[in-house]
């Protein structure tokens, strides 16, 4: 078992693989995560607007509907 430097180790963890992260988790795993926490705010935006565009999408359906 190799595991990252500061990860947080709290049980047994299957022998032969790499770990990083806290709580550790599988290191290929580690590295998605990563990947994805630096695009956070950017995804965050992205969410907001289409959740918008959502919003104003059914209300012009449901005064469609209500003609």
């Not at 047994?12 to 795993?29: C, N, R, T, W």
């Not at 607007?49 to 104003?56: C, G, H, M, N, T």
Request: zero cysteines; hydrophobic letters at 35%; aromatic letters at 4%.
């Amino acid at each position: 078992v190799t595991v990252g430097a500061k990860s947080g180790v709290h049980g047994g963890l299957d022998g032969g693989q790499a770990y990083s992260g806290i709580p550790a988790i599988p290191h290929k795993d580690w590295l998605r995560s990563a990947v994805v926490y630096e695009k956070l705010p950017e995804i965050r935006k992205t969410l907001t607007d289409l959740l918008k565009r959502v919003a104003e999408i059914e209300k012009s359906t449901t005064k469609t509907e209500d003609r």
